[in-house]
């Protein structure tokens, strides 16, 4: 039904959108730490959302009668000193991914496995979307700067994400 090594590499997404999860939980522990509970909050829901692309994926396989399994997750970065820094490495994360997916959709497009290539296209815009929110936080983030009232009122807006 789909092509064998396009399967093998849907696998490996699988792990990387759960590592996703995992490191932006990572974010909201940091965010916790630094009293930004709207900050941890957000990056708590996008974690939820990773999750949800590894099981899209997941359903994806089964249902073309493909063997899923899973294998440990990478150790996440912890090096964050300001509240730009995870951002900034959410930015480069999501570029990551979005590469991951082309290199995925290329894969079956070379092979003609057409069937993954439409299940792609969802992904592909949910990458624009990505790349897009992440720069959007980076660019309030610096537009508010690190006082104390507007980085406030920022951590609020943020703790009002529902999905
Ligand atoms: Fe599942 Fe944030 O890419």
């Excluded at 959108?17 to 829901?45: C, D, I, Q, R, T």
């Excluded at 150790?75 to 300001?82: E, I, Q, V």
């Excluded at 720069?135 to 943020?158: C, F, H, P, R, W």
Aim: glycine fraction near 6%; aromatic fraction near 12%.
């Amino acid at each position: 039904m789909i092509n064998k090594e396009v399967a093998k590499m849907l696998v490996k997404q699988i792990n990387l959108e759960l590592h996703s999860g995992y490191l932006y939980m990572e974010f909201a522990n940091f965010y916790e730490e630094k009293n930004l509970p709207g900050f941890a909050h957000w990056y708590v829901v996008q974690a939820g959302e990773e999750y949800e692309h590894a099981m899209k994926i997941r359903k994806f396989l089964l249902d073309a009668n493909e063997k899923v399994t899973f294998s440990a997750l990478a150790d996440t970065d912890k090096g964050f000193k300001t509240p730009k820094d995870p951002l900034v490495a959410g930015l480069k994360h999501e570029q990551f991914i979005t590469a991951s997916i082309y290199a995925i959709l290329e894969k079956a497009i070379a092979v003609k496995d057409h069937l993954t290539v439409e299940f792609l296209q969802w992904f592909v815009k949910e990458q624009g979307e990505e790349e897009t929110n992440a720069q959007a936080n980076i660019d309030k983030l610096e537009m508010v700067g690190t006082s104390g009232s507007a980085l406030y009122l920022l951590d609020k807006e943020m703790g009002h994400r529902e999905d």
